[in-house]
């Protein structure tokens, strides 16, 4: 999976799947999505606002919802994935489904596991979830539709990765 942005201070980017056939790579999805609400950065901190520029793992899932076929570990879980109410109503529904992104992140944990190998300063806690039109405090979100896609499409037997970044540090 690759998420691109067109600059490196923008939180606008789209997602694109692609997914070996035989020994050819053939795309099978491209969403639009959003990521950082200041874009992106190679050296992401806590509180940055930025998405982590990279390649990553995913290897757990989780959300508010019940598990829509993924055959990653998921945890649902009504008080961990719930989105504060005293946030805007557009972000509600954005832990409905999160897939880990492994940044910062043991593997193999829940997704809201608070565990910082790289330390607290480097920031964690990024995922994939639910888009609500706008940019995210560093993950990166796709519709609804997209999420309940890709989580029943990816396989972690198939080790799956996302490509993170703007078009510049991913030389798109």
């Known amino acids: 999976m690759v998420v691109y942005g067109d600059h490196k201070d923008s939180p606008d980017s789209t997602l694109v799947l692609y997914q070996k056939r035989g020994t050819f790579w053939q795309q099978s999805g491209s969403w639009p999505s959003h990521n950082g609400k200041q874009g992106w950065t190679t050296n992401h901190r ?27 570990p998921y945890t649902r879980d009504e008080d961990t994935f719930i989105s504060p109410y ?10 409905d489904y999160v897939i880990a992104i492994d940044y910062n992140r043991l593997r193999g944990t829940r997704p809201d596991d608070p565990t ?10 990024i995922w994939l979830h639910v888009d609500h039109e706008d940019g995210t405090l560093g993950c990166v979100s796709v519709p609804q539709s997209a999420m309940e896609y890709l989580l029943r499409t990816l396989d972690p037997k198939d080790e799956p990765v996302i490509v993170m970044g703007d078009k510049a540090n991913l030389r798109l």
Not at 46 to 69: C, H, I, M, Y
Not at 86 to 95: L, N, P, Q, Y
Request: proline residues 6%.
């Open 116 to 125: 910082r190998p790289l330390g607290q300063s480097k920031g964690g806690g």
């Open 86 to 95: 005293s946030w805007d109503e557009a972000h509600w529904h954005d832990f």
């Open 46 to 72: 806590e509180g940055d606002e930025r998405s982590p520029v990279g390649v990553f793992t995913l290897s757990d899932a989780g959300g508010l919802l019940e598990d829509p076929g993924t055959r990653f």
